[in-house]
């Protein structure tokens, strides 16, 4: 379902129409917008109107906007919902689970550069041959904005080729873009039920892709799997084999080394449930 775009205003907040379009109730099939989403739009709205140098009616200023975001966090709360890492123990089963030549194709470039690359879903389903250099020791991709580089500045992804073939990010790319024809434009493309290759994935294909890969290859809890496991994933095997946070945060574009320890944490957790059923 199309979502109404907000009316810039320098009004009230009820005149700017901030309210429904943040929070209104989620039609049939939608899910209910987490507090996170709905502090993003309200950020949107805000960007918007200063660029055009109107005053927002969406800012905390506004008692009504801020009662009702304040309503909304008591009502859905603010804890993220945290995806278990796809490690590569376990991206190796879901290899294993592939089926159909040219699907399997597909699905196998995308688990290894998702998870090589250490890409959030938008940024896999963004991502254009053009912005794919090849050259002697792998590929470098070039993601022209993420999250956290709303300036639109870029920033460059080395993946190196893999020292097995079974898992290397780059021969699954190039087999890929061999076996569909892909040329130019949107790398990832959806795959029909005959083998056609169609139009260009979205983040949200990713994310289901990802889900059924999971539970055809029966890993425990699939529902804890999706699009973000890739690249929780990569922090967490990059950790445990050595990898710096300088490092890591160097490769992931992430601003917040928090949020780097928050995987690292998650993974401890889980070795530490696992030890714990030992009897010892």
């Known amino acids: 379902m199309r979502t109404e775009r907000p009316q810039l205003s320098a009004g009230h907040p009820v005149h700017g129409r901030p309210l429904p379009y943040i929070a209104r109730h989620p039609g049939e099939g939608e899910k209910p917008r987490k507090a ?4 993003r739009r309200l ?16 800012t905390m200023n506004h008692r009504l906007v801020a009662d009702t975001l304040h309503g909304i966090r008591r009502t859905l709360g603010v804890a993220q919902t945290r995806k278990k890492p796809l490690t590569r123990d376990r991206i190796v089963k879901l290899l294993g689970a592939l089926e159909g030549p040219i699907a399997a194709a597909r699905d196998k470039a995308l688990l290894l550069i998702g998870f090589a690359g250490s890409l959030r879903r938008f940024e896999l389903a963004a991502l254009r041959v053009e912005e794919v250099a090849w050259h002697g020791k792998g590929i470098t991709l070039l993601i022209p904005r993420s999250k956290t580089d709303q300036e639109g500045e870029g920033r460059e992804v080395e993946i190196p080729l893999g020292t097995h073939a079974l898992t290397c990010p780059v021969m699954a790319l190039e087999n890929w873009l061999k076996i569909s024809g892909v040329k130019a434009g949107q790398l990832f493309r959806r795959v029909g039920q ?73 993974d401890q957790k889980d070795r530490q449930a696992a030890a714990g059923r030992l009897g010892l």
């Open 194 to 266: 005959h083998g056609n290759v169609g139009e260009a994935l979205d983040k949200d294909s990713i994310g289901r892709i990802v889900k059924r890969l999971v539970r055809r290859a029966r890993l425990a809890n699939p529902d804890s799997y999706g699009g973000h496991s890739l690249r929780a994933g990569f922090v967490t095997e990059a950790a445990a084999n050595g990898a710096t946070d300088r490092q890591i945060m160097k490769h992931t574009g992430h601003k917040s080394i928090a949020m780097v320890h928050r995987y690292m944490r998650e």
């Open 36 to 39: 996170a989403s709905i502090t």
């Open 43 to 58: 950020t949107s709205i805000n960007a918007a109107h200063k660029e055009r140098g109107l005053d927002s009616p969406a």
